[in-house]
């Protein structure tokens, strides 16, 4: 014996639609980056920095950076801005951080002071005066600040700063790294007498100059 099957009704279309349809997918989120207050560095020194991004979808963040001085670079997997900044100024850095999709901004301002010198001056050198044929040594030398000597006074051949010098006598030369003349002076430079010279000396960023007067007599 034969049952009536019951027919089952029809689901409306957006019903069956519903059941079928995939859960929709949240939307990712931009990651963000701390803000970051005006940082310090001098030249020649070690700097380093921790950039903060977060990401709230736990995705890998990248970090770059527009802006940074010579001597700093940033490691792209942890953010850290580190490195030796080589020259004073102020720099506007910005930084950045992505997830690949999104991305997130922060700029700052970075000054570098100038290296501190231990240098104070150059001593003068007082007018010289030769013959046509001496030989000639002289040595540079500076008043150094504090930082360098328990108290500040004068030293030989310093080692530091790179010396040129302009104008000197023919057959003098200049040594630049220890700032020495020396030589013997040529026949006929008293042709030339007086001779105005230049010392330079160059420490980081810093120039001291002096002049001295040199007088060649001829030989009799």
């Not at 150094?144 to 057959?171: A, C, H, I, K």
Request: glycine share 10%.
């Amino acid at each position: 014996m034969f049952r009536p099957v019951r027919s089952v009704p029809a689901l409306p279309a957006l019903v069956l639609t519903a059941l079928c349809a995939p859960a929709a997918a949240a939307a990712s989120q931009a990651p963000s980056i701390d803000p970051i207050p005006v940082q310090f560095g001098a030249e020649g020194a070690g700097f380093s920095l921790q950039v903060a991004g977060h990401d709230s979808d736990g995705d890998l963040l990248y970090y770059s950076a527009m802006g940074l001085p010579d001597g700093l670079i940033i490691d792209q997997m942890t953010g850290i801005i580190y490195g030796c900044p080589a020259a004073p100024g102020d720099s506007t850095i910005v930084v950045m951080a992505s997830d690949g999709r999104l991305s997130a901004a922060a700029e700052f301002t970075l000054h570098v002071a100038a290296a501190p010198t231990m240098v104070e001056a150059l001593v003068t050198f007082a007018p010289q005066i030769n013959v046509e044929g001496d030989r000639v040594d002289l040595d540079v030398q500076m008043l150094w600040t504090q930082s360098r000597v328990d108290s500040p006074g004068r030293l030989d051949r310093p080692p530091v700063g790179v010396f040129s010098m302009e104008n000197l006598p023919p057959g003098i030369r200049f040594t630049r790294k220890i700032g020495r003349i020396h030589g013997h002076i040529d026949q006929g430079a008293a042709k030339g007498t007086p001779y105005v010279v230049i010392v330079t000396m160059t420490e980081g960023s810093r120039v001291f100059t002096e002049t001295f007067d040199w007088t060649v007599l001829n030989r009799r």
